[in-house]
């Protein structure tokens, strides 16, 4: 038995090694993804623009996040871990190539040297919410320095999608909504939705990196 259960975990490491060599292959090109980003203008280029499912909600800035969140997002929902119709049929669209170019883009897209300022001290209740889920332990001390990048700025991004995907962490079971994320879901199953509010209203409220900057399909 402890043989089979080495050979097994000999195999599981030889595996996720040639995974992370196949996606240190795939290098993003921010140029490349020009061609390919009409799917994203129509939502993430329009200010204001609103989802309406589960819930209406402002969809999320991406211009300025991360190319190694916004990839891990994109493959998430290409898989099925994030379970949104609407991004998971946009996602199973793209090859790898074609994820890595558009993290590639949108990272650098709109991108200033601005300094944010520091941010501003939560009341004792949000103190003790972002303690409870050691929030600043990933997205770090200002929201908008992750401690690794394939971890998402959250610092500005609109509040009411915040809540919508922290909420999405708690949902199981459903076959057109939700995220698969141990870590995540752990951590959003301790609160209730009213502290989830309490929390995205707080990390909305802050300065940020993100931004939505308007973009015309026709150019």
């Given at each position: 038995m402890n043989k089979l259960l080495s050979s097994m975990f000999a195999l599981a490491v030889a595996s996720v090694t040639a995974i992370s060599a196949h996606a240190q292959e795939v290098k993003g090109d921010a140029k490349a993804a020009e061609q390919k980003i009409a799917m994203c203008i129509g939502c993430h280029g329009i200010k204001g623009y609103q989802a309406s499912f589960p819930e209406v909600y402002r969809v999320p800035m991406i211009s300025g996040q991360n190319a190694?969140?916004?990839a891990s997002a994109l493959t998430a929902y290409k898989k099925g871990d994030r379970k949104h119709p609407t991004m998971r049929g946009i996602a199973a669209s793209l090859t790898d190539q074609d994820i890595a170019d558009i993290s590639a883009y949108y990272e650098q897209h709109g991108k200033t040297e601005a300094v944010a300022a520091a941010p501003a001290a939560p009341d004792a209740k949000v103190a003790e919410l972002l303690k409870k889920g050691a929030c600043v332990s990933c997205h770090g001390d200002n929201f908008s320095k992750?401690?690794?990048?394939?971890?998402?700025?959250?610092?500005?991004?609109?509040k009411d999608f915040?809540?919508?995907?922290?909420?999405s962490y708690k949902v199981e079971n459903q076959s057109t909504w939700g995220r698969s994320n141990g870590v995540m879901g752990g951590i959003a199953k301790q609160f209730s939705n009213a502290e989830l509010k309490?929390?995205?209203a707080y990390v909305g409220s802050l300065e940020g990196?993100?931004?939505?900057v308007p973009q015309s399909k026709f150019r």
């Open positions: 190694k969140y916004i992750p401690v690794d990048p394939s971890y998402p700025k959250i610092a500005g991004q609109h915040l809540f919508v995907a922290l909420k309490a929390l995205s990196d993100l931004k939505v």
